[in-house]
């Protein structure tokens, strides 16, 4: 669903936009399934305005047909893989997370998403030199250990100065905030927040943390709001040809297994999930806490699933470049 909004088409002003909503006519499908003379009527707006709107957001929207051919031309013009940093993370992505697509790290407290999100923030906007979109929607994300990341991977202040201005940061803690801030980006605030360039990963931390607390008492709220989350992070992955990476919650499954939260609906969001636990008996970091995860590939249309990976959260603080013959990866040229 692609909610109506102002500027969306010529004619489509705030005014319209407002009196169409008085008349539960909230979103692209319901104008377009609209009785237009009675919806002109009930909405006190002109007949042939509504019929010029509806036939430009008719082109904009509805399928046309393409040959798999031209499918695949445009997937290979467009894809781009972003490494994250991590080789191992890396090898278990098939070479990092890719552009036109969503991915998921899912995990509990301490598992290390935001360690590894803010990782590949620090990699993709220094190493090569791409500028990124993080949406923090818990505090986790900290300017300081951003730097002190960029510190380890480059002595020069100037350097790393420049990486954190390629990091536009965006902070919401509600799912409305949320969705304002996303539907900004698809209007334009992609250039804006990057100063004009293009950017090529959109991180939020964590999709969850707006949204699970919808799906309790307000279950149809709840499902609504999800699902217009799920349509923007898709129209700026496909439409923007950026990589989006998202983190998610996990529950127990009936049989006491760990499974990514969100439910059955937000598990066909995400093309590729990947859960991150603690690995508890490994040897503990100077500050007496583990850095290693075990990494699980839930899902994937490249990989095999439940695939298994180490990663040394500290990973990002020392890097070593891995490539993998036959794929596209971003580098510094790219740019």
Known sequence: ???????????????????????????????LSSDMEHLAQKCSASYKALIAVRRVLLAQHAAFLVSGADLYDELLSSTAILSTGNPNLD?????????GEITELAGGPGS???????????HVSHHL??????????????AGRLRQMLRT??????????????????????????????????????????????????????????IAPLL??????????????????????????????VTNYVTRSEDGEVQPGLGVYWSHIPKTRVLLERLADMAATVSGRSALRSATLLKSSRQPCLIRAKL????????ERVTTSGKRKLDAADS
């Open 153 to 210: 991977q480059t002595s020069s202040d100037d350097e790393q100065m420049e990486a954190l201005q390629r990091i536009g940061v965006r902070r919401a803690f509600d799912i409305f905030s949320l969705l304002d801030c996303l539907h900004r980006l698809v209007d334009g605030g992609l250039r804006q927040a990057s100063s004009g360039a293009s950017v090529k990963a959109l991180i939020v931390d964590s999709v969850s943390a707006v």
């Open 91 to 99: 090898v278990l992505l098939d070479s990092g997370v890719y552009t």
């Open 1 to 31: 669903m692609v909610l109506l909004r102002k500027g969306m088409c010529p004619g489509l002003d705030e005014d319209l936009v407002r009196r169409l909503r008085d008349a539960h006519v909230k979103t692209v499908e319901d104008l």
């Open 312 to 319: 040394d959260l500290q990973q990002w603080s020392r890097l």
């Open 112 to 122: 290390g998403k935001t360690q590894v999100c803010m990782g590949v923030a620090a």
């Open 129 to 142: 030199r791409q500028n990124v979109i993080y949406v923090d929607t818990t505090g986790g994300l900290s």
């Open 216 to 245: 309790g008492s307000r279950q149809n709220e709840g499902m609504y709001r999800m699902s217009q989350v799920a349509v923007t992070l898709r129209t700026l992955a496909k439409d923007f040809n950026i990589a989006v990476l």
